[in-house]
Nanobody
Framework: QVHLVESGGGLVQAGGSLRLSCAASGRTFSMSWFRQAPGKEREFVAAISWTGGRTSYADSVKGRFTISRDNAKNTVLLQMNSLKPEDTAVYYC?????????????????WGQGTQVTVSS
């Protein structure tokens, strides 16, 4: 069983930056971030493969967000720059047993409780 705990969310002005962290207990392979805004479905943000050699991003965050991982610390990070009000959501860390960097929600078996990110205009 894998347990995931997110941290680093908060309130920031548009154009600002935040860094989210996800600490995992137990071995993880593919890891990702999803987000869910009020009244909307949970959507893919970014994913990283087991080795960190492959990443994928939603078009809406490409060039602004960077996902990385430290396997020695069992941690995955999401650096978010140039934040926009439309980035406001609860951000969820997810882990799966596959090796790639999938953007498919069903390929992730373990989920954290989420951390709130609010971007003011």
């Amino acid at each position: 069983q894998v347990h995931l705990v997110e941290s680093g969310g908060g309130l920031v002005q548009a154009g600002g930056s935040l860094r989210l962290s996800c600490a995992a207990s137990g071995r993880t392979f593919s890891m990702s971030w999803f987000r869910q805004a009020p009244g909307k479905e949970r959507e893919f943000v970014a994913a990283i493969s087991w080795t960190g050699g492959r990443t994928s991003y939603a078009d809406s965050v490409k060039g602004r967000f960077t996902i990385s991982r430290d396997n020695a610390k069992n941690t995955v990070l999401l650096q978010m720059n140039s934040l926009k009000p439309e980035d406001t959501a609860v951000y969820y860390c997810a882990a799966g047993d596959r090796l790639g960097a999938s953007d498919r929600r069903y390929e992730y078996d373990y989920w954290g409780q989420g951390t709130q990110v609010t971007v003011s205009s």
